[in-house]
């Protein structure tokens, strides 16, 4: 009877440890053996989304739409209505969510998180960051952040402005922000300045347009209505630059050459206004993240100790490029 006993706590005990390792909580010295390993078809994806805001949000959706669909992982995608923030509702879901194995997150905002983030990792559940990171202060709460360097983007949006702007008199600039509360806004305008100050620009108004269109076309034209005296306006990303290129036109300046323009996403809408020389710069973000975020999450799912960031590679078009025709027609997005 006793050995008996003894077996079916020896065994129990093994399991737990087994099934808490799987968990991915700390791991434990077991050798894995293929046989234990999660393979992608093993992977439930909580998924939660910033809501829509142009094009780089819906080709970063489909990305994760689609490369599921070719791993044979499962998404429960969840698309948080911006501007209402309902991500934290979602996260906690899908804590409680049994199948899900793995939550993913575009965070609209970048404080606030942890809380869920340690719950999170109390029921074994690995966090990857997507596109936009967070401030917290213990980053083993969540397994890595997936995503661009939105200082370098900033950098380099603030050096080709600088470049744009060689030997103009004035250099006047106007910058259209994302949402204050997201790591994208706050970082790229603090990479803008990185350079920017360094050749004598000096920003002038500065003001939020919730990365869209027509918010961006409002606040310029309210702008030009006090003064027109602007060399230069950086749009923190592709949407606002086209709205600033409406108000320039609908007062009769010339967007690009009366008053240069920079934007950041390099979406396709981007391309069309550098080849309708209407845009002199786009900074490439690249939104096509889930082939890594999947591999970094099943890596997390096993256990694995990953790198606090992975960062994209991205690139910077200018409207004079040679085949730029060619560029824009090559793009996925
Ligand atoms: O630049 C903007 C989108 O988080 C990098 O969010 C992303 C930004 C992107 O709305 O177009």
């Known amino acids: 009877m006793k050995k008996n006993v003894l077996t079916l706590v020896s065994i129990l005990v093994i399991g737990s440890v087994a099934l808490a390792a799987c968990a991915g909580t700390t791991p434990v010295a077991i050798t894995k053996t293929p046989a234990t390993a999660y393979k992608y078809t093993d992977m439930i994806i909580g998924f939660i989304q910033v809501g829509s805001e142009g094009a780089w949000r819906s080709a970063n959706s489909a990305s994760f739409k689609?490369?599921?669909?070719?791993?044979?992982?499962?998404?429960?995608?969840?698309?948080?209505?911006?501007?209402?923030?309902?991500?934290?509702?979602?996260?906690?879901?899908?804590?409680?969510?049994?199948?899900?194995?793995?939550?993913?997150?575009?965070?609209?905002?970048?404080?606030?998180?942890?809380?869920?983030?340690?719950?999170?990792?109390?029921?074994?559940?690995?966090?990857?960051?997507?596109?936009?990171?967070?401030?917290?202060?213990?980053?083993?709460?969540?397994?890595?952040?997936?995503?661009?360097?939105?200082?370098?983007?900033?950098?380099?949006?603030?050096?080709?402005?600088?470049?744009?702007?060689?030997?103009?008199?004035?250099k006047n600039v106007w910058e259209l922000v994302g949402n204050v509360g997201s790591s994208a806004a706050k970082d790229r305008g603090q990479g803008f300045r990185e350079t920017a100050e360094k050749c004598g620009i000096v920003v002038t108004n500065s003001q939020t347009a919730n990365w869209n269109i027509i918010e961006g076309q409002q606040i310029i034209e309210v702008w030009l209505k006090e003064s027109k005296d602007v060399q230069g306006i950086f749009a923190q990303n592709d949407e606002m630059g086209l709205g600033a290129i409406e108000a320039l036109k609908k007062i009769g300046l010339v967007p690009a050459v009366d008053v240069k323009i920079i934007s950041i996403d390099a979406t396709s809408a981007a391309f069309q206004a550098m080849l309708n020389r209407d845009l002199n710069v786009t900074v490439e973000c690249n939104p096509l993240l889930a082939p890594q975020v999947y591999e970094a999450a099943l890596a997390a799912l096993n256990g694995e100790t990953l790198p606090k960031w992975i960062p994209t590679k991205e690139n910077v078009f200018f409207m004079d490029d040679k085949n730029l025709e060619e560029i824009a027609a090559g793009r996925k997005y």
Do not use: H
Request: net charge negative; glycine share 8%; proline share 4%.
């Open 66 to 170: 689609e490369t599921a669909v070719a791993l044979g992982v499962r998404l429960k995608f969840y698309d948080s209505a911006s501007p209402g923030n309902y991500q934290i509702a979602a996260f906690q879901q899908f804590i409680n969510d049994p199948e899900v194995n793995v939550i993913v997150i575009s965070p609209l905002e970048a404080s606030g998180w942890e809380e869920l983030l340690q719950e999170a990792k109390d029921t074994g559940k690995p966090v990857i960051l997507s596109d936009r990171r967070i401030e917290v202060g213990n980053e083993d709460l969540y397994a890595t952040f997936v995503g661009s360097d939105f200082v370098e983007e900033g950098r380099k949006a603030g050096a080709a402005m600088c470049k744009l702007l060689a030997g103009s008199q004035k």
